[in-house]
């Protein structure tokens, strides 16, 4: 994708297998600035391919993972990849 810059995902019944086709787009994507995830059911283990996507990521800077359904282990997995990640700013 060349052009798409915003996507709107929110509240689209998106499990962890989802959210590890989500991450490994976010590992190619250089366009997509807005993504939001919020009210899915990624769980944690979706969290950790959220997560990893974000480690590569360099274009988006606004992400929603409101109610994204995670515990201290998926707050873990998106916390190191903040650590790494430099563009995101929402």
Known sequence: NKALAT????ANSIGPEGANHIGEGLKLN?????????ENSIGDRGAQHIGEGLKKNRALTKLNL???SIGP???MHIGVALRSN???TT
Do not use: F
């Open 73 to 75: 282990e998926g707050a």
């Open 7 to 10: 996507l709107n995902l929110r």
């Open 30 to 38: 250089k366009v997509l600035s807005t993504l939001n995830l919020g």
């Open 66 to 68: 409101y109610d994204i």
């Open 86 to 88: 430099r563009v995101l």
